[in-house]
């Protein structure tokens, strides 16, 4: 039987280890402390994650030492503690490891596979995965499809080890757009929460899922991404899913800024980690360094740090000058 | 002050209408009946779009002879009806058409500007509007954002005419694409409402818009189509917004089949046209003749036909055996 560990015991690392669990493998949670293993195997789940139930085969323990024969290491922490977060040691870096955080370090633009080379894994061992995969339907059992890219070829290990007939895998070997878009569009969901907040329809988010598709996809392409990422399952598939459904993270924390709280006051709401809140700064550095105009970001970015309005911000995305469309191609 | 003529008292008509009007024109809607005419002229509006208080300078009058002075006119029936509703006598042939139906036709597989090509228009008075733009979001003011194409100059005409500060037009020159994303978007949405309908959640309807938006694509490229018109509002946001908001009369269509209902039971339950029921055979035959591949498509048939049922086609899409994404491109 074949056993992985799984770094990070939140809504998605516990749902990606029951899906190592379900085709069969032992797993290991490392956690953050022995409290908080104790807890999730008392409980056999978390509280935010009322659907899931963990299986026998899935057991926590704080991230100290190398349980011995592992298949692979899953990376499932909030992307700006991954690398503090990281196992030391040799052992681990010579293992395939897949990143399932979404988002960009601070200070270094770092994709989450660049810093796990940084850290020490070759290049052939590091595989992302990325997806419209909201854990509270992935754990019912609710059909979801996703996307597993290497430039190895541990992409194809991954998707046997986590598929199952209601969670899809399909393979890619574009790690740059894969990532990039799973961080940006948590950006964009927070512009397409503040819309909902306000008390605008379908048609509003539509248009925001739009520019905003068009705004990942310059920013990738420039950054050596390919485009058609941006068609798939990582790219449009997560953005929609992202920007329409209410149990969003990231676009419940648009919402509660359209009412009028602060960054702070809504992080607080939330409790969780908001991965577009700390991505948005970034994406915006990018885009400065990188000649690329990314205006919901920048709004975004403005909302956040309290230097604009809800409103205004809004009203400055959707009467922007624009006669003829242009989609990033 | 400018004159305008809608033909058809839908609710998509009438809330051009109102737009038409917003921007100072006297508005004629064109409607079969002139029992129709009373009844909307003495209600200021219809009863499936409560949203909708009609301003004074429309008028509601049966399709029967040519009003003097005209700047334009929009034809809003459904599609399959377009052809038999326009209005006869070259002085119409003379003045700038906006379509506004989503559809194709039956028997001739024409798009709707093609139909008004064969009914006499030239080629340089022929737009075409399309986008994420729910009536009864649009009625109340909600922001929306749409695309006018035309392959002459009266897309722009157009957009001074129409657009509001809460509905912003934008211009194209690839009627082709922006009819074909228009048309088949509706076939899709009539997957992602049974997807809804058996209880799926957003990464179910996201992996069916990604793999629609795919499907839309390759299609609309291989009859002449630009790419670049699926990735924008007519494209990848129309599609968004039909798949996921509640209030879509086709989504609405695939809910009702997921219950167990005939496609005929479902149609008479909505009560008004569905254009996506409509236009699937159609989709179906242009991607034979054409050789591409419509999976989408082929499941809705096969559903509205009752050949399949609504979990069968939904296992099929699902499972489908792709190990690599192609998105069209």
Known sequence: MAAYAVLGATSWGLTLASLLARAEAEVTVLTRSA????SVNARRGIARLPGLVLPPQ????????????????VVAVPAQHLRSSLPPGPGWRQLPVLSAAKGIEHGTNL??????AQEGWPAHLIAALSGPTLAG????G??????????GDTAAAWQRALATPFFRLYTSQDITGLEFAGAVKNVVAIAAGAAAGLGFGANTIAAIVTRGLAEITRLGVALGARVDTFLGLAGVGDLTATCFSPISRNRRLGE??????????????IGE??????????VLELGRLNGVDVPITAQVCAVLAGTTGVRDAMSELLTRQLKAESNGL
């Open 35 to 38: 409290a908080e293993a104790d």
């Open 58 to 73: 899935v057991t926590c323990e704080p991230a100290r030492s190398q349980p011995p024969g592992l298949a692979g290491l």
């Open 111 to 116: 994709r989450m596979s660049q810093v796990l």
């Open 137 to 140: 339907e992935v754990v019912q």
């Open 142 to 151: 609710l059909p979801a499809a996703a996307v597993v890219a290497s430039s």
């Open 256 to 269: 509660l800024l359209a009412t009028g709280m602060s960054a702070g006051q809504a992080l607080t709401a």
């Open 273 to 282: 980690a908001v991965e577009g809140a700390s991505t948005a700064p970034v």
